[in-house]
């Protein structure tokens, strides 16, 4: 059981100390003794070299250190040793203040306290025996050193304490700061992952379908129609440009090369038109209001909510025609996309979206407006087509994070 903190430079400095102030005090006694020739002379001596030996085997002793039981058993020889110094010189009595701090030290507080007290009676009782008279004074030294010893011993546990309350603290805010590091890393990489899942969506796996079913088209075209399906391995081949644009822009985390050197209007004008002349499908733009300037993140939202909407309604909907609606609306901007597809029952997606369904395109697409603070709705109904619509603040809200886009 171990009764000391764990020492310290101060508090071996310390120690070292205390043990050259008892060596010292028993070598002043013995010094004392041989030169003003007192009677007792060789027993003062003898006494003080065995207390001062004792007192030397202790630190040496590692079961003093570990055991309060061995301390105490320590002491008690040293205490009796002292006592025996005691009665033959009242120089012993100055011994007393460092035996108050090993007590203090080494014992429990109760039984330290115990001890200095007896320590004291004994030190001012014999002090009093040599003189051959008492008086308040004797005790005064005695007592005052001991109520030192007390205030400084306790008052260096107190502050102990307290360095290892911090210490302990500042480990626990150390591995919570850890653990919170390591959260958000975890929460950064999540929703990372998200956003790559949303962009790889809207942009990678829908060229690639659009490039299936053009070269699905095109070998449909085979071998009656040639120029047919020439026109649509073509229209396959531009798709995989564009595509394979998109895939260098999405690494390079650029801009989309769709609004590049346009406007957002521009770049939904280019996607109906390039949606129309590469599959069945009829779409048109419209475009209401005044046109004001947009965030960039606005503005990259409402492309891939176009891409993404178009196609679903190519892939899923089986549509002839599509109508797609900028409209400026004062202090917001939306984005409508309706269709006269086959339509669908939006309260009965899977909870876990199917990208195959068109779930994860919808949960991203939602996922987006969210981002910004705005808002997305669907109305679908099997056999009456659907209808998509996006409301944009022109102003992202202070407290939304815009996410990053590509």
Known sequence: MNIAPAPTPTTRALAWCLHLLVIGLLALAAGRAVADD???????????AACGLVYAVGPAVPGVRRSRQAAALWLAVVGACWLVLLAFTPD??????????????????????????????????????????????MAIGPALGAAVAVAVVWGYRALYRESEQRRQLIEELTATRADLAQAQHTAGVLAERERLAREIHDTLAQGLSSIQLLLRAAERALPGRPETAARHVDAARQAAVDNLAEARRFVAALTPPTLEGTTLAG?????????????????????????????????????RIAQSALANTVQHAHATNAEVT?????????????????????????????????????????????????????ESAPGHGTALAARLPLTPPAETQPEAHP
């Open 38 to 48: 007192r009677p007792h002379t060789g027993w003062i001596v003898t006494a003080s």
């Open 267 to 303: 770049a939904l004008e280019r996607l109906c038109t390039t949606t129309s002349a590469r599959h069945l499908l009829t779409a048109r733009f419209h475009l209401t209001g005044v046109p004001a300037p947009l965030a960039t993140a606005h503005e990259v939202a409402l492309l």
């Open 326 to 378: 900028l409209s400026y609306l004062g202090d917001r901007v939306a984005l409508d996309v309706v269709d006269d597809g086959h339509g669908f029952a939006p309260e009965r997606l899977p909870d876990v979206p199917d990208p195959e369904a068109g779930g994860f395109g919808l949960r991203a697409m939602r996922a987006r407006i969210n981002a910004l603070g705005g808002t997305l709705t669907i």
């Open 92 to 137: 012993a009595a100055w011994v007393a203040f460092p035996l108050y701090f090993l007590q203090l030290h080494l014992l429990r507080r109760r039984i330290g306290l115990a001890a200095v007290t007896a320590t004291a009676a004994a030190a001012i009782a014999g002090f009093a025996v040599h003189t051959g008279a008492f008086s308040p004074a």
